[in-house]
């Protein structure tokens, strides 16, 4: 079958070496990332092999004159993995319908379970009473006839996890789950033709429920973690607008441009590739890209990236790298990268149970091997083998870890963090180093105008209505400020300088000092600041926009150096711009004018020297930082792909949902080792017990399912003694008056 896919137009060749990325089927847990890569490197000229747990994506390269790509579907196949050449809109539809054919699962074993339940009650009092054998057995076929369509519909997703894992030569957690369930069963239907007391439908049916339930939260929360690679193509420009050799203007496709071309970009548009001005000048928004809080001015011979937005005035620009070679598309190749290598994280649960399955198969036969051994009947020997797969079945194991993560992501819920991973919690407990992006992380996400209550009210408003007309990134702080909804009439713009109209009979302008009527050039009171001036009339006023700290963000600083925790800032800002943020918060080790790469080899630096690091930042530039950090935070403020690399967003304009994330998921991580340590304990009472045979298959389903019960209600502490919102008292200051007055980005 592999041998008869067409490949053309997948295969793509870089640095000598051919590359495919293959959509993955089968993959259950992190613990398959490691099975494929190894069990690929086998293969003659295969270059390198990595999986994205998170897509199920396995990319390959290797050297096409050793190794055909039928031979690496062969092996996968022979792995116990299905194949085919990754689509990224065919793999989303794909995970959407295997989480609807979970949900379907979840819900007819939900009622299956139920029904069998109420039937069994029902034997269960008979039995103590006066049921008639012809009743029990009654009761045991209607359960029978529930039970066994149920099982074999809603047990697929174990059932053939279990046979591709074995006709792969391998075992996973899903193997003693399917022999548990389908000797359970086929046991009880045994024991229902020998007109028997007990059967153990409700024990097989109810297991899987309880599993199911696991499954369907795992793979919600697994489907939250991937990213949403639309959001960079709403960054990229489509078209552009190329200017021939003879002067004429064409619209050409923006991934056809070569370098050496000419394009001219058109106030209000995006960038479409990474160019060096020719000619024009005017403000382009890099905040996006590079981190840089303000517009930044741009005239001949400046270099601009794609994606950025271009202001006030027409710029022409020869273009000096396009297609996959741009600062935006380096940016997406070091978020790939950082994600593959994040998704080599193995949850506990899943390290927990990779001697579980043998363990549990190797318990089951050696109690049947020695009933037989001691003279009993392979009747009884059954049994009791059964009830110590039942009993062992990893139904406590599979909630350990879910069912903490519920109620922590409950309790960062009500402090306003939301959780995107499912193994977040457990990698921000193991945080020991915090870095932040400053600008819109640790400084509110909009600029304001900081001297605004200096300014007359009546010319505040006159710059609101005005700056509604202006295309200049800084005039949405001036039109937000105002607080106006209501632009003036027949409102002149002029590229680069600002904008004009008379109202009243008077002039009205808004935009640079010069274009105000102000003499020489004034200059802002810190390198953080821009003004923008305003006129009207005779009278005139400067604007000084500016970012402020986040109302909390100091006190959280303290409570954070206080448990002990290193602080630094990543910022791609300017160091005027930092220095001042920095030393406000008492952060000693910090950083300005960084790009993505530069982030990526700074977190680089601190993983070598063995911290794990909580990454929290708003910019596109930081998303690769994101993806690579241990693990990360971003204000819900944040661009769409920043968003989505994240492990967790929090809205609002205070940084408390930081310190919350780290009291919350060390807490959780303590109930995690204990639940797992709790399913362990039950594991060394209950198996002896029913090795000695005291425990039957009815019996070991109650256990079982005690030893769930208490797993959950001991994940429940995980929700705290107090709020979890509130922070220390310590943490909330009010931000001094000065700070603010100073206005710091």
Not at 414 to 436: K, P
Request: proline share 5%; glycine share 8%.
């Amino acid at each position: 079958m592999s041998a008869a896919l067409d490949l053309t137009g997948f295969i793509r060749h870089e640095n000598g070496a051919a590359r495919l990325d293959l959509a993955v089927e089968g993959m259950t847990c992190a613990a398959c990332i490691g099975e494929i890569e190894h069990g690929l490197r086998e293969l003659p000229g295969l270059v390198g092999a990595r999986v994205n747990y998170s897509r199920h994506r396995l990319t390959v390269n290797w050297d096409e004159t050793k190794l055909a790509p039928v031979a690496i579907f062969e092996a996968l196949r022979r792995l116990g993995y299905r194949a085919r050449p990754y689509v990224a809109r065919e793999a989303e539809e794909t995970e959407a319908r295997r989480m609807q054919h979970l949900l379907k699962c979840l819900a007819v074993a939900g009622f299956a379970s139920m029904n069998v339940m109420l039937l069994s009650v029902s034997v269960w009092a008979g039995n103590v009473s006066d049921i008639t054998p012809e009743t029990r057995d009654m009761f045991h076929w209607i359960s029978a006839l529930i039970a066994l369509p149920a099982t074999a519909y809603a047990g697929q997703p174990f059932f053939s996890s279990a046979w591709r894992a074995v006709r792969g030569g391998r075992l996973n957690m899903d193997v003693p789950i399917t022999l548990g369930i389908g000797l359970g069963l086929g046991m009880s239907i045994v024991e229902t033709m020998n007109h028997a007391e007990n059967a153990y439908f409700d024990a097989a049916v109810t297991l899987l429920f309880f599993l199911l339930c696991g499954r369907v939260l795992d793979q919600a929360m697994r489907r939250k973690t991937r990213a949403v690679a639309g959001n960079l193509a709403a960054l990229k420009a489509v078209t552009a607008r190329r200017i021939e050799a003879d002067g004429t203007i064409t619209l050409a496709p923006a991934e056809s441009l070569q370098p050496g071309e000419r394009v001219m970009v058109a106030p209000g548009e995006r960038v479409p590739a990474d160019g060096r001005m020719l000619s024009g000048a005017s403000a382009v928004d890099e905040s996006l890209i590079t981190g840089e809080t303000h517009p930044r001015d741009v005239a001949a011979g400046d270099i601009v990236y794609a994606g950025s937005l271009n202001g006030g005035g027409a710029l022409t620009l020869e273009v000096t790298a396009a297609g996959q070679a741009t600062l935006i598309d380096d940016i997406e190749r070091l978020l790939e990268s950082a994600q593959e290598g994040r998704s080599r994280y193995l949850h506990l649960a899943d390290r927990a149970a990779r001697a579980y399955a043998p363990i549990v198969h190797g318990a089951a036969l050696i109690t049947l091997i020695v009933w037989m051994l001691t003279g009993h009947s392979f009747h009884d020997a059954a049994i009791t083998a059964i009830a110590v797969l039942i009993i062992t079945c990893p139904c406590a194991l599979a909630l350990a870890i879910p069912a903490v993560q519920v109620v922590a992501a409950g309790a960062l819920f009500r402090a306003n963090l939301l959780l995107h991973s499912g193994d977040a919690l457990e990698r921000l407990a193991e945080a020991d180093t915090i870095v932040f992006d400053k600008t819109g992380t640790l400084t509110v996400p909009d600029p304001r105008v900081a001297n605004a209550a200096d300014v007359p009210a009546d010319l505040l408003a006159v710059a609101g209505r005005l700056a509604l007309s202006s295309t200049h990134p800084l005039a949405a702080a001036v039109a937000r400020e105002a607080g106006r909804a209501a632009p003036f009439e027949s409102v002149e713009e002029r590229p680069g300088e600002g904008v004009r109209t008379a109202v009243n009979h008077m002039e009205a302008r808004l935009g640079s000092p010069a274009f105000c009527g102000f003499d020489g050039h004034p200059q802002p009171a810190s390198a953080d600041t821009s003004l923008v001036a305003v006129r009207y009339g005779d009278r005139r006023a400067l604007l000084e926009i500016r970012q402020t700290l986040r109302s909390d963000a100091i006190g959280v600083a303290r409570e954070l150096a206080r448990q002990g925790i290193p602080l630094v800032i990543l910022s791609g800002d300017r160091a005027e711009a930092v220095a001042p943020v920095a030393r406000a918060l008492g952060i000693d080790d910090w950083r300005g004018g960084l790009k993505p790469r530069d982030k990526i080899d700074a977190l680089a630096a601190l993983k070598a020297q063995g911290r794990k690091v909580l990454m929290v930042g708003d910019g596109l530039n930081d998303a690769p930082a994101l993806a690579a950090a241990h693990v990360s935070l971003s204000p819900v403020t944040a661009a769409d792909l920043t968003q989505a690399q994240a492990d967790g967003v929090f809205p609002g304009d205070r940084l408390a949902p930081v310190l919350a994330a780290v009291t919350v998921s060390r807490r959780a991580r303590r109930l995690m080792l204990q639940n797992l340590g709790i399913a362990a304990i039950y594991n060394l009472i209950a198996v002896p017990l029913a090795f000695l045979g005291h425990v039957t298959p009815l019996v070991a389903a109650v256990a079982m399912s005690g030893s769930s019960l208490l797993v959950t209600l001991n994940a429940l502490r995980a929700r705290g003694g107090g709020s979890a919102g509130e922070e220390p008292q310590a943490a909330r200051p009010v931000l001094p008056a000065a700070i603010v007055r100073e206005g710091l980005s």
